[in-house]
């Protein structure tokens, strides 16, 4: 949970702050002091968290995963496995038993409704078993790192489905409007050799940037590249900053939007 | 995968269609003589997979879980929670260290970016842990049953932040647009106890939907309520059907929207 959000959903009590570095007989006794929800805090007490154990991963090992397994796992389940074979060859333990399918389900922006791009869930339950604290931020970081960029970046060895000529910069982690942004490039529809590879492509981008990531962590010199999102704070709702690409040429209610 | 998008996705060929039912071995010998992708095919070979034992939950406490925890783990983490916590309790096994905080980050839209709702990835976590080659259908029946109810059912035995007045039919999964929709209804801010308890109850609502959609798979009656979305044939891209909702009056392009 970042700071700002925390601190507002709390009232102005930052939990994570009170509980950061306590153990979690000492969590649960500070909720039931905090809160009195003895149901939750006793469950709480007790229950199995992150991080599991982690080795620095080959950045480019994890993109060529990627890249190959979309073609029958598609964004979601390639980006989990991208990382996820790996780290059962290299710490296996509980990773070998780890069911590998287990966010194949959040393809084509969940379930194929084009809301985020599954590549984000897809990386971020790898995300969510090794980051511990820092899982949100570094999944925020991923969600600016899509957004941002002009993707895909990838160059696979050997080109899958098809060559293709053009990147784009989606500005949102948005499934439906990356990939809208991408064909109109493109020139290209959805149901084509072209849209796949690109999207083949881009999971590799978001695989190895999360390694690149989770490196940097394991090596002790993550620091988030974005703070949360301030626009709760800004226009009262969870929100990205480009209201256009949804809302048109403006938002009602919302200046310079 | 649904068969609609995987027929489509793959040019032809369902994999799932010619999968169902193998087992590893045999399926990786099939990717081998259909894709000749010897990497991937060896990983798909040995990889642990979905499902996980289940037994069937009590809703009530399923609910009562989703709501308590939700003001400290927030949607996606007190979903998880609250399945995860009974399923550990009754079934045990790899439960007891599977790590419960594993989704946490996606609460608020993914990372508070307003995208899909974090109830629906935080139930899908575990809908992937043990519905098997069920696990798309039943998170599609989620995304629709989110989208089309008027929300929030649940009534807490005891009222943790606040007592609201309405309830909201979101028409979509999406955070930004389903909290909006409730927000101004209820005419309150996104700061305000009502509309914290707005989503601890919602909350209860999808954990106690997901824990019926497993129940009736487990007892063997689980039907998919919905195909998956037609919209990438009718648009040409991933999408629902409100278009307006984001685009406004119309959509470029696109007829009748």
């Known amino acids: 949970m970042s700071e700002i959000l925390d601190k507002d959903y709390e009232g102005g009590l930052s939990r994570r702050q009170l509980f950061r570095g306590a153990g979690a007989a000492a969590l649960g006794a500070a909720l039931i002091s905090a809160g009195g929800l003895s149901l939750a805090s006793a469950a709480l007490a007790k229950e199995a968290a992150s991080p599991w154990p982690y080795k620095k991963l080959d950045v480019d090992e994890v993109g060529r995963i990627a890249y190959e397994n979309y073609f029958t796992k598609f964004c979601a389940g390639t980006v989990a ?14 990773y070998g038993s780890f069911p590998i399918d287990i966010v194949d389900w959040a393809h084509g922006g969940v379930a194929g409704w084009g809301t985020v791009c599954g590549t984000l869930p897809g990386a971020g339950i790898v995300v969510g078993l090794v980051a511990g604290d820092q899982a949100e931020n570094i999944v925020n970081d991923l969600m600016f790192w899509y957004s941002e960029n002009n993707l895909p970046i990838y160059k696979p ?84 900053l480009n209201c256009t690409d949804c809302h048109g040429s403006a938002v009602p209610g919302v200046p310079g939007s």
């Open 157 to 240: 060895a050997r080109v899958i489905k098809a060559a293709i000529a053009n990147r784009s910069v989606s500005g949102t982690p948005m499934c439906h409007i990356s990939v809208g942004k991408w064909m109109k490039k493109e020139g290209v529809g959805f149901f084509t050799p072209q849209r796949m590879d690109r999207c083949a492509r881009l999971s590799a981008d978001i695989a190895m940037h999360t390694a690149r990531l989770l490196n940097a962590l394991a090596e002790g010199k993550y620091v988030p590249s974005h703070k949360a999102l301030a626009n709760v704070k800004q226009f009262g709702i969870t929100a990205q």
């Open 81 to 94: 496995r991208g990382l996820l074979f790996p780290l059962r060859d290299k710490v296996g333990g509980p």
